[in-house]
């Protein structure tokens, strides 16, 4: 089975023609993306969404844009020429719209306008997930279990027997704990064999149906042609924010965050870690909605360059709608500010529930790093270890 990729074949061209009544004569030195070709092919690689209509069906096609480079570097007259599909050609136009500026063309020492065509092709490459997967005696986190995992394309309707519903558009794999054989696993309303799974490819599934009863989950995938309903709606987040809590330390959480909670945020990086993840990663599926906002809180201990480094991520990942809050309060306890903290609430509440006190500590403002390296003092003050 085969699954596609994007854009690994590409062909780009300087053209002299006549478009919308301009002529554009041939440069003496052409246009060029910053970096070359290849910084050119990555940056659609990471930025072009292949249509999940077109996957589905396991369609290659190609497209061509035709746009122009103006006198200071800027992507104008964007528009696919004859495309085979309208979603592919609206994602190519998309993606060629929201490029960094070029190094403009020159003609006789001077910047020119020009215009260029862009060709992509997609491609296929092999080992396609497959649908049903079972691990026995996997490790997860400190505690050993056995659990379904099942793999599913972009799009597909995820539907719950208490009515909640919506299209995953963000994690195409998911994992069912079966460590106490909890979990009954349907392939279109029969029942899997854990010992003898069926082969079918992840791009096979169509909807998957959960229901839950008690400690017993059934997971039945649908395999057949649907029609998902409109009132069905993606889980992309249309709020997210970043938060700078200073020292180069950078935060995200797909919501609009309370000012000064630097708690109930999740870690990331400017650039990949040792995972392969960074900053841009959590923006993968949010930056093709066009009602995304983005919230940059700032603390007191941001540097403005660490603002200006994020504000040129999101324009690079062609998000223009950002709030930016500066001077937001962070503030660093003590070991023994900590422990007064933990005897408080523990007056409040005796038992030991580390949800409640992170609820609890997140109006204080503290810095949500340093809590998780300090966190063992409030557990101590409870007799958990």
Known sequence: MKRTILLLVMGIMAITCLAQ???FMKPDVAAQYPGGEKKLEQFIVRNFNYPDSLTRK??????????????DGGISQAQAVNPPDWALGEEAVRVVS????????KRNGKAVRSQYVLNMQAVRETNTKKLFDYYKNR???KTYRNCYVLSFPKGTWIE??????????????WRFDDTKGQTTMKLDGRIVDKDNLPDNPSTDARKIEIAQNGDRQTVNVVTRDIVVPDSVKDNVPREQTIALAGHNKIHIINRKAVPGDWIHLAVTDWEKNAWGYSVRDEFKHSRTKQDLKVYIYASTEATRGEIDRAVSILKELGISNYMIVKDIPIHHWTDEQYRQWAMKQKQINPKYDWQYLFDALAPEGVDGTELHEKWHIVKSVYGVK
């Open 21 to 23: 009544g301009e002529k």
């Open 58 to 71: 396991r369609i290659e096609k190609a497209v061509t844009v035709r746009f122009v480079i103006d006198t």
């Open 98 to 105: 929201m490029m960094p500026k070029w190094i403009p063309a």
């Open 139 to 141: 490790k997860y986190g």
């Open 160 to 173: 719950y027997a208490n009515g909640r519903s919506h299209r995953e558009e963000q994690y195409m794999s």
